[in-house]
Nanobody
Framework: QVQLVESGGGLVQPGGSLRLSCAAS????????IGWFRQAPGKGREGVLC????????YYEDSVRGRFTISRDNAKNVLYLQMNNLKPEDTAVYYC??????????????????????WGQGTQVTISS
């Protein structure tokens, strides 16, 4: 059974940085596709990025490209979402999600939430001065 746990959220001023973590059990994170999503108050869940398994494609949404970066620690089985130059519109609950596929092109383009089976509980990110 795949379990995902996000952490690292908090309150940051505009222009600041945060690093979110997605820790996994029941699966090796490098062997699955990973999606990061976010949901702002009163809005639907939107994709942030999609990472294919085993060094495959990574797709960043236009709204975060150049500011957000995904990395991993294989020894800890943790993925990180480094978020820089944060803006008030980045305020949301952030979720990581996994889909058990080895397809290296799974994230050639954007994937919506229906493409992922396992979800974490989310972590709140608030950007405010």
């Amino acid at each position: 059974q795949v379990q995902l746990v996000e952490s690292g959220g908090g309150l940051v001023q505009p222009g600041g940085s945060l690093r979110l973590s997605c820790a996994a059990s029941g699966v090796i994170l490098d062997d699955v596709a990973i999606g990061w999503f976010r949901q702002a108050p009163g809005k639907g869940r939107e994709g942030v990025l999609c990472k294919s398994a085993n060094g495959g494609n990574i797709y960043y949404e236009d709204s975060v490209r150049g500011r957000f970066t995904i990395s991993r620690d294989n020894a800890k089985n943790v993925l990180y979402l480094q978020m820089n130059n944060l803006k008030p519109e980045d305020t949301a609950v952030y979720y990581c999600a996994a889909e058990e596929t080895l397809d290296p092109t799974y994230c050639f383009g954007p994937r919506d939430e229906r493409a992922f089976t396992s979800w974490g509980q989310g972590t709140q990110v608030t950007i405010s001065s």
